[in-house]
């Protein structure tokens, strides 16, 4: 892996003026009056938000109201109809590639490599930004505990290409968490695991923002984002319908009106966690 590692460092420049640790309450990406397309058909209306070192900030809706889209262009992945995106309080556009890579990590949907590397080697390839920088003396540590923490060690040596698709997510996760940027993206990281390997990604999820890290979690189970987001922005056809604490903005009406189907918020008799359930029957 050193070959690609000095290839990519050399394609990307040697900068050395490295990111320092975001404080905590720092706004680290904003979105200003944000419009996208997608098709030709627009999919983000004026939509204005931010994240916050220390949150995790999960984005909900219904299928198509512009959540992976809206995580696509705090990325710097979408071209923009309308408005900007800053990140650590400068236009997207002011960043290089590298820049980019050193202060934000992001998970996608999808998870394909096209040549057969190793799941290890895919890991370490979230180390690249930091080649030749003094940061990459501590690639071997952030590698081990970041596939240690997504439970991917024993299969470190197969071809990612051979590894089903929850095995495959966990290590796609792993890179992103050996990248060890101020600002994770993750793009519905739960949705091909199992129910024990879901609760694991959230909760590394909530130790990075504990850590002072801004976390963005594009998420479909509203119980899951009630019991560990600080804050839930709401999308409803590419605008933002609210954005706040959980128990201010997951309520009955709101969900109801949004996903079109009568949706129940109560708190467990025991522990007294806010649940979300769709009425049935």
Known sequence: ?????????????????????AEPGTVTLRARDVSAERGGRGVLDGVDFQVIAGQIVALVGPNGAGKSTLLAALAGELDLTGGSI????????????????????????????????????????????????????????????????????????????????????????????????????????????????????????????SAGAAVVVVLHDLGVAAAYADRVAVLEDGRIAADGPPRDILTTELLTRVYQHPVDVFDHPVTGAQLVLPLRG
């Open 86 to 209: 800053e990140l650590d309080g400068h236009a997207l556009s002011h960043w290089t590639h590298l820049d980019m890579a050193r202060r934000r990590a992001v998970l996608p949907q999808s998870h394909t490599v096209g040549f057969p590397f190793s799941a290890r080697e895919v890991v370490a390839m979230g180390r690249s930004p930091w080649a030749r920088t003094p940061r990459q003396d501590h690639d071997e540590t952030h590698i081990a505990t970041a596939m240690a923490a997504t439970d991917v060690t024993r299969f470190a040596t197969r071809p990612f290409p051979a590894l089903s698709g929850g095995e495959r997510a966990r290590v796609a996760l792993a890179r992103v968490l050996a990248q060890d940027t101020a600002t994770l993206l993750l793009d519905e990281p739960t949705a091909a695991l199992d129910l024990g390997h879901q609760e694991q990604v959230l909760r590394l999820a909530r130790e990075r923002a």
């Open 1 to 21: 892996m050193s070959g690609l590692r000095d290839t990519l460092a050399t394609v990307f420049g040697h900068n050395q003026h490295l990111p320092p640790p």
